[in-house]
């Protein structure tokens, strides 16, 4: 039993999508570039050739933000999208019947269609891959070249997560829809 | 493990190459068919890691150059994911996104899987597949379609230099070596070197007597130019460097033409006219040397000719404003910098390796090293690292001597030729215009794509279909597999143990490539073809040399063939006699003891102390070694920082970095330079075929200016002919402010012809069609940023 969350050092990020491609290879996700459960925005840069914007650009690894209070969930008809014991927002594809309400909920854009089981797919914290082999990291923040994610328990005091959370500045993204999430932004 | 629908699709119409009087390729047993292989295949293209038992083989990544450690996870035979390895300090315990898709590389449906030899024409794609001697037996004796060694060998009476070959990085490259160049004895060789980094590792090391590590730890500001670490990865500086930019404790000025993602994590990005770094860096130390910023003490120590050059920069009058219209960079910039530079604790020019973009490249890195030098944070924490030397003994091979064998000629505009692996483009176009002193009848390649690496396509074709014989080692059939007459398929790096390697500078280490899985299909590990080869290759050869070497059948006339055989070293194979297994736990086990080889081969990685030193500091950090074990004076009172170089007055070569005009860039109107550059998702067009790379960068697209792509009436996606003075490749549009107007930019690595690679096949194009193929004059290196290009709508 944990409560589950993320934060990430999202300055560290150079778009490289590395967390992208150890994503896919870990959880099976189906190939073609429309089909991930995790990604980097990134942006142009303001300006025109050769006074551009250096502050304007920036690089945010994103994936789903497991809300306190997931819109996705709320609007699933069949109740497919559920909270795990760890309070990981997840699909149970024997129950889903891909009417998409959950991919127009989501504020993130974090659902995708996997076109195999012609059900919905998101990110899962690895639940079913590594952290049930015991393992305590997620593909994503193993393979990071610069280590912007940490993943832990936000309910316990002591795990890493808990201490950046104390000690660093950070935010939420679209916080003012009350999604409540548990991706944390270091600043 | 997941059945996935969309494989059908991907595989419809893969007829990779025509195959004929053997099996053909065919949509069933391109992949699935474990009859082909010995080794299991996986039936998904990616494979969701399950909860069951699994085993964890230490790796080492083969994507590109940077060997990082990882662990493959083996299930049930089948790789399901590479881990990054956290004993490994070069790599800090990280797989970067191409790491992460070597499973794709080793599972890739269109990879070599059988011998081949050509039966039609050179080029036609038809291939009859035999037995691995019968593809041995071809590269000695020919077919009815080629010649082969032997006979090349006999009609050229034995002169070894008639065989050219060439290499691709990696850490088998030096048992090709051995065997064709040290056993086989051709000086004839060709590789990387002189289309990549030359100039950089050579004006270092002849500067500052290395290429050296930097401790971005300690580091607080630095200049990096030209250089593009957040997507042209090198480990450990891209892990170290990013975790302190952003106004974190490395201030970083980015120097480049492009706004890359280097650029922005940069303080400040100046765009600099393209091959003109040398005039900043001389503006730069001229504000040094003027307001007397310099380390005296340091250089007065260290430096050799340093009053001399400290006149030649003054004299010259290389002033920030000399430098403003050169570089199209403000002089007021160019003071700021050089003081700020000189005013930080800790500040670093980044030596930043990568390919040769101008002539003046030589000079730029001897320009760059000095002036790093100047500031006195060199040798120490902080800066500059030259660290311990690699932890391994050099081997010891028994070279024969070939009487007749003449040697290379690849030297015509070149000051200082290097014997070893010469220049590419000299070599191959002085064949090509005959100015070779004696005819250059083969080419053996492994793991090399001239087609697409070296510039000037339409040159290395011409090249290579004047060859008698070429023999291509690979694990795809690439543009330059297309063009061989023998093809032999090799395992792929995660199913095959490597020769160990060490690392030196400050956290040494010692590292070893196990093989996660048996060789899929029948490839064979590039030692296992080295020892075939040269135990095929050795008998007939001696009898050619028997023949035509006279100083071979006197040794004969006194000891006898046996003797003369053993002790010349004619037995080609002899350095691989040994498994590979069983050499690498030879050399482990007497450097470190017995104990290490049982630590290395559980772990990936060795160092004296690991067990000690070794640990985890959090989730993600680890320390390699305590602070106070690194090393990072090394070189004290012995270094030299070598201002003025009179020797290489001889070639032709300023003593002393400095500028001349026809270096200054400029651009016909209507007309764009043509730069070229890396991702982190691509490794030149060794990953073209990678079907989860090519989700992340589906094609390369050209870069052109917004402003001037608008005023052309292109839109992004749109195609684009790009035309130089030697070829034109058609490209689909990406405008953007990231590239000045007068340029654009391409990636490198694209637009194979060769249909046998069914996802890289014509998609995007092939810089080395369009770019001229420019030498520098120091060693022969390609220039990379020498044409120019026409654009117009398709």
Same mark, same amino acid.
């Given at each position: 039993?944990?409560?589950?969350?993320?934060?990430?050092?999202?300055?560290?990020?150079?778009?490289?999508?590395?967390?992208?491609?150890?994503?896919?290879?870990?959880?099976?996700?189906?190939?073609?570039?429309?089909?991930?459960?995790?990604?980097?925005?990134?942006?142009?840069?303001?300006?025109?050739?050769?006074?551009?914007?250096?502050?304007?650009?920036?690089?945010?690894?994103?994936?789903?933000?497991? %809300?306190? !209070?997931?819109?996705?969930?709320?609007?699933?008809? $069949?109740? @497919?999208?559920?909270?795990?014991?760890?309070?990981? =927002? *997840?699909?149970?594809?024997?129950?889903?019947?891909?009417?998409?309400?959950?991919?127009?909920?989501?504020?993130?854009?974090?659902?995708?269609?996997?076109?195999?089981?012609?059900?919905?797919?998101?990110?899962?914290? %690895?639940? !079913?891959?590594?952290?049930?082999?015991?393992?305590? $990291?997620? @593909?994503?923040?193993?393979?990071?070249?610069?280590? =912007? *994610?940490?993943?832990?328990?936000?309910?316990?005091?002591?795990?890493?997560?808990?201490?950046?959370?104390?000690?660093?500045?950070?935010?939420?993204?679209?916080?003012?829809?009350?999604?409540?999430?548990?991706?944390?932004?270091?600043? | 493990?997941?059945?996935?629908?969309?494989?059908?699709?991907?595989?419809?119409?893969?007829?990779?190459?025509?195959?004929?009087?053997?099996?053909?390729?065919?949509?069933?047993?391109?992949?699935?068919?474990?009859?082909?292989?010995?080794?299991?295949?996986?039936?998904?293209?990616?494979?969701?890691?399950?909860?069951?038992?699994?085993?964890?083989?230490?790796?080492?990544?083969?994507?590109?150059?940077?060997?990082?450690?990882?662990?493959?996870?083996?299930?049930?035979?089948?790789?399901?994911?590479?881990?990054?390895?956290?004993?490994?300090?070069?790599?800090?315990?990280?797989?970067?996104?191409?790491?992460?898709?070597?499973?794709?590389?080793?599972?890739?449906?269109?990879?070599?899987?059988?011998?081949?030899?050509?039966?039609?024409?050179?080029?036609?794609?038809?291939?009859?597949?035999?037995?691995?001697?019968?593809?041995?037996?071809?590269?000695?004796?020919?077919?009815?379609?080629?010649?082969?060694?032997?006979?090349?060998?006999?009609?050229?009476?034995?002169?070894?230099?008639?065989?050219?070959?060439?290499?691709?990085?990696?850490?088998?490259?030096?048992?090709?070596?051995?065997?064709?160049?040290?056993?086989?004895?051709?000086?004839?060789?060709?590789?990387?070197?002189?289309?990549?980094?030359?100039?950089?590792?050579?004006?270092?090391?002849?500067?500052?007597?290395?290429?050296?590590?930097?401790?971005?730890?300690?580091?607080?500001?630095?200049?990096?130019?030209?250089?593009?670490?957040?997507?042209?990865?090198?480990?450990?500086?891209?892990?170290?460097?990013?975790?302190?930019?952003?106004?974190?404790?490395?201030?970083?000025?980015?120097?480049?033409?492009?706004?890359?993602?280097?650029?922005?994590?940069?303080?400040?990005?100046?765009?600099?006219?393209?091959?003109?770094?040398?005039?900043?860096?001389?503006?730069?130390?001229?504000?040094?040397?003027?307001?007397?910023?310099?380390?005296?003490?340091?250089?007065?120590?260290?430096?050799?000719?340093?009053?001399?050059?400290?006149?030649?920069?003054?004299?010259?009058?290389?002033?920030?404003?000399?430098?403003?219209?050169?570089?199209?960079?403000?002089?007021?910039?160019?003071?700021?910098?050089?003081?700020?530079?000189?005013?930080?604790?800790?500040?670093?020019?980044?030596?930043?390796?990568?390919?040769?973009?101008?002539?003046?490249?030589?000079?730029?890195?001897?320009?760059?090293?000095?002036?790093?030098?100047?500031?006195?944070?060199?040798?120490?924490?902080?800066?500059?690292?030259?660290?311990?030397?690699?932890?391994?003994?050099?081997?010891?091979?028994?070279?024969?001597?070939?009487?007749?064998?003449?040697?290379?000629?690849?030297?015509?505009?070149?000051?200082?030729?290097?014997?070893?692996?010469?220049?590419?483009?000299?070599?191959?176009?002085?064949?090509?215009?005959?100015?070779?002193?004696?005819?250059?009848?083969?080419?053996?390649?492994?793991?090399?794509?001239?087609?697409?690496?070296?510039?000037?396509?339409?040159?290395?074709?011409?090249?290579?279909?004047?060859?008698?014989?070429?023999?291509?080692?690979?694990?795809?059939?690439?543009?330059?597999?297309?063009?061989?007459?023998?093809?032999?398929?090799?395992?792929?790096?995660?199913?095959?143990?490597?020769?160990?390697?060490?690392?030196?500078?400050?956290?040494?280490?010692?590292?070893?490539?196990?093989?996660?899985?048996?060789?899929?299909?029948?490839?064979?590990?590039?030692?296992?073809?080295?020892?075939?080869?040269?135990?095929?290759?050795?008998?007939?050869?001696?009898?050619?040399?028997?023949?035509?070497?006279?100083?071979?059948?006197?040794?004969?006339?006194?000891?006898?063939?046996?003797?003369?055989?053993?002790?010349?070293?004619?037995?080609?194979?002899?350095?691989?006699?040994?498994?590979?297994?069983?050499?690498?736990?030879?050399?482990?086990?007497?450097?470190?003891?017995?104990?290490?080889?049982?630590?290395?081969?559980?772990?990936?990685?060795?160092?004296?102390?690991?067990?000690?030193?070794?640990?985890?500091?959090?989730?993600?950090?680890?320390?390699?070694?305590?602070?106070?074990?690194?090393?990072?004076?090394?070189?004290?009172?012995?270094?030299?920082?070598?201002?003025?170089?009179?020797?290489?007055?001889?070639?032709?070569?300023?003593?002393?970095?400095?500028?001349?005009?026809?270096?200054?860039?400029?651009?016909?109107?209507?007309?764009?330079?043509?730069?070229?550059?890396?991702?982190?998702?691509?490794?030149?067009?060794?990953?073209?075929?990678?079907?989860?790379?090519?989700?992340?960068?589906?094609?390369?697209?050209?870069?052109?200016?917004?402003?001037?792509?608008?005023?052309?009436?292109?839109?992004?996606?749109?195609?684009?002919?790009?035309?130089?003075?030697?070829?034109?490749?058609?490209?689909?549009?990406?405008?953007?402010?990231?590239?000045?107007?007068?340029?654009?930019?391409?990636?490198?690595?694209?637009?194979?012809?060769?249909?046998?690679?069914?996802?890289?096949?014509?998609?995007?194009?092939?810089?080395?069609?369009?770019?001229?193929?420019?030498?520098?004059?120091?060693?022969?290196?390609?220039?990379?940023?020498?044409?120019?290009?026409?654009?117009?709508?398709?």
């Amino acid at each position: 039993m944990a409560r589950y969350g993320m934060a990430l050092d999202y300055k560290n990020c150079i778009n490289c999508k590395a967390c992208e491609v150890a994503c896919k290879e870990e959880n099976g996700v189906e190939l073609g570039a429309e089909k991930h459960r995790i990604w980097v925005g990134a942006n142009n840069p303001e300006g025109q050739w050769p006074l551009l914007d250096i502050a304007s650009v920036a690089f945010q690894p994103s994936q789903c933000q497991h %809300c306190e !209070d997931a819109p996705c969930q709320e609007v699933c008809p $069949t109740n @497919a999208t559920y909270y795990d014991e760890n309070h990981v =927002v *997840r699909v149970d594809s024997d129950k889903c019947i891909l009417c998409s309400y959950c991919m127009n909920a989501c504020p993130y854009d974090a659902r995708y269609v996997d076109d195999r089981t012609m059900t919905v797919d998101k990110c899962t914290f %690895c639940s !079913d891959t590594r952290l049930a082999r015991g393992e305590t $990291t997620t @593909a994503c923040q193993n393979t990071c070249p610069t280590k =912007v *994610r940490t993943f832990g328990d936000l309910d316990d005091p002591n795990s890493e997560i808990s201490e950046l959370l104390r000690t660093r500045d950070h935010f939420s993204l679209k916080a003012h829809l009350g999604t409540n999430p548990k991706l944390f932004y270091l600043t | 493990m997941q059945v996935e629908m969309s494989r059908r699709r991907f595989l419809q119409g893969g007829v990779a190459m025509s195959v004929v009087g053997g099996t053909t390729f065919s949509a069933t047993n391109l992949f699935a068919s474990h009859e082909e292989s010995h080794g299991s295949v996986p039936t998904t293209i990616t494979t969701k890691t399950s909860t069951g038992k699994a085993e964890e083989v230490p790796v080492l990544c083969g994507m590109c150059v940077n060997k990082c450690a990882a662990f493959a996870r083996v299930e049930e035979g089948v790789i399901t994911k590479l881990n990054p390895n956290p004993y490994f300090p070069k790599s800090r315990n990280m797989l970067c996104p191409r790491g992460n898709a070597g499973i794709q590389t080793t599972y890739d449906p269109d990879r070599l899987k059988y011998p081949m030899i050509r039966i039609g024409e050179r080029g036609d794609g038809k291939y009859k597949r035999v037995s691995w001697d019968e593809a041995y037996d071809a590269i000695v004796n020919g077919t009815d379609k080629f010649k082969g060694l032997k006979q090349i060998l006999d009609e050229e009476k034995d002169n070894r230099a008639t065989i050219g070959y060439a290499n691709g990085e990696g850490l088998s490259k030096e048992g090709f070596e051995v065997l064709i160049g040290q056993k086989m004895g051709t000086p004839n060789y060709v590789d990387e070197v002189s289309i990549c980094l030359e100039t950089a590792g050579g004006g270092f090391f002849s500067t500052i007597g290395t290429y050296p590590e930097i401790d971005f730890e300690h580091a607080d500001y630095q200049i990096i130019a030209g250089a593009n670490r957040a997507e042209a990865i090198i480990t450990p500086d891209t892990m170290d460097m990013f975790k302190y930019t952003k106004g974190r404790g490395l201030k970083t000025i980015c120097i480049d033409p492009r706004f890359t993602n280097t650029a922005a994590k940069s303080d400040k990005w100046l765009p600099i006219n393209p091959g003109t770094d040398l005039a900043f860096v001389l503006a730069l130390t001229w504000v040094v040397f003027k307001e007397n910023l310099q380390n005296e003490e340091f250089m007065k120590k260290h430096g050799v000719g340093y009053e001399e050059y400290k006149q030649h920069i003054l004299s010259h009058k290389y002033t920030p404003e000399w430098a403003e219209p050169i570089c199209g960079i403000k002089a007021k910039e160019i003071y700021t910098i050089a003081r700020e530079f000189m005013d930080a604790e800790s500040p670093i020019y980044y030596p930043g390796r990568r390919s040769v973009f101008s002539p003046n490249d030589y000079q730029l890195r001897r320009a760059m090293a000095i002036f790093q030098a100047l500031s006195g944070n060199m040798d120490k924490k902080g800066g500059y690292i030259f660290g311990n030397r690699g932890l391994l003994p050099a081997e010891y091979v028994k070279q024969p001597i070939y009487q007749n064998t003449k040697e290379r000629f690849d030297t015509e505009g070149i000051a200082f030729p290097t014997l070893k692996s010469g220049s590419w483009i000299v070599f191959r176009n002085m064949v090509l215009e005959g100015k070779n002193p004696y005819p250059v009848r083969a080419m053996l390649m492994r793991k090399h794509n001239p087609m697409m690496s070296v510039p000037n396509t339409t040159k290395t074709r011409a090249f290579l279909e004047k060859m008698d014989l070429n023999v291509v080692i690979d694990i795809l059939p690439t543009d330059t597999a297309m063009l061989a007459d023998v093809i032999l398929p090799e395992a792929s790096y995660l199913e095959r143990m490597s020769p160990v390697k060490s690392y030196g500078f400050l956290e040494p280490s010692v590292v070893m490539r196990q093989a996660a899985i048996e060789p899929l299909f029948e490839t064979r590990t590039p030692e296992v073809i080295f020892k075939e080869l040269g135990e095929k290759l050795s008998k007939p050869l001696f009898e050619v040399s028997k023949k035509h070497d006279v100083a071979l059948q006197e040794l004969i006339k006194e000891k006898g063939e046996k003797v003369a055989f053993e002790e010349g070293g004619y037995n080609l194979a002899e350095p691989f006699e040994k498994p590979i297994e069983e050499r690498n736990e030879e050399i482990i086990s007497e450097v470190f003891g017995e104990k290490a080889w049982e630590i290395i081969k559980e772990k990936g990685v060795y160092y004296p102390h690991m067990e000690e030193y070794h640990k985890q500091l959090s989730p993600n950090d680890f320390q390699y070694y305590p602070k106070n074990k690194r090393k990072y004076t090394s070189r004290g009172d012995s270094l030299k920082i070598v201002c003025k170089n009179d020797s290489l007055t001889s070639g032709g070569i300023d003593a002393m970095p400095t500028w001349d005009d026809a270096w200054k860039f400029s651009v016909p109107k209507g007309e764009f330079r043509l730069i070229t550059g890396r991702h982190a998702q691509f490794t030149q067009s060794g990953t073209q075929n990678n079907m989860m790379l090519r989700d992340l960068i589906p094609t390369n697209f050209v870069w052109i200016n917004q402003r001037e792509a608008d005023k052309m009436g292109i839109e992004f996606g749109e195609k684009v002919e790009i035309k130089s003075d030697i070829g034109a490749i058609v490209l689909k549009a990406y405008p953007t402010e990231k590239i000045a107007p007068n340029q654009i930019f391409l990636l490198h690595g694209f637009g194979s012809e060769s249909n046998g690679m069914e996802f890289a096949y014509g998609n995007g194009g092939n810089d080395a069609t369009i770019i001229k193929d420019d030498i520098e004059p120091m060693y022969g290196a390609a220039v990379m940023h020498s044409t120019n290009c026409k654009i117009r709508k398709v």
